[in-house]
């Protein structure tokens, strides 16, 4: 078993930044692939990024946050990140991490473990 906990989210201007932590205990990370959701009010949850296993791993962003945001791992730390900056409006959301030994399970929301999410407001 895998528990993971979000940290980091806040209340920020737009064109500020903010990074999220993902720890993960129970198991160490570097055993599972990783990722990033949102879910805004009124709004179905939406993938943000995915990272594959292991340290260095690859990474996927959707086309909204490609640019802005950054997702890494700190294996050691077992803890997975994503940076955000110049955040937007539309970047306010519940933001919730997964984990799953399969990187596509990551992707498509059916991953095994997820966190309690982190809510990140942007303000005008």
């Known amino acids: 078993q895998v528990q993971l906990e979000e940290s980091g989210g806040g209340l920020v201007q737009a064109g500020e930044s903010l990074t999220l932590s993902c720890k993960a205990s129970?198991?160490?990370?570097?055993?599972?692939?990783a990722g990033w959701f949102r879910q805004a009010p009124g709004k179905e949850r939406e993938l943000v990024a995915t990272?594959?296993?292991?340290?260095?791993?690859?990474?996927f962003y959707v086309d909204s946050v490609k640019g802005r945001f950054t997702i890494s791992r700190d294996n050691a730390r077992d803890t997975v990140y994503l940076q955000m900056r110049n955040l937007g409006l539309e970047d306010t959301a519940v933001y919730y991490c997964?984990?799953?030994?399969?990187?596509?399970?990551?992707?498509?929301?059916?991953?095994?473990?997820w966190g309690q999410g982190t809510q990140v407001t942007v303000s005008s």
């Open positions: 990272i594959s296993r292991y340290s260095g791993g690859s990474t």
């Open positions: 129970g198991r160490a990370i570097d055993d599972y692939a």
């Open positions: 997964n984990a799953d030994p399969i990187l596509h399970a990551v992707r498509v929301g059916t991953a095994t473990y």
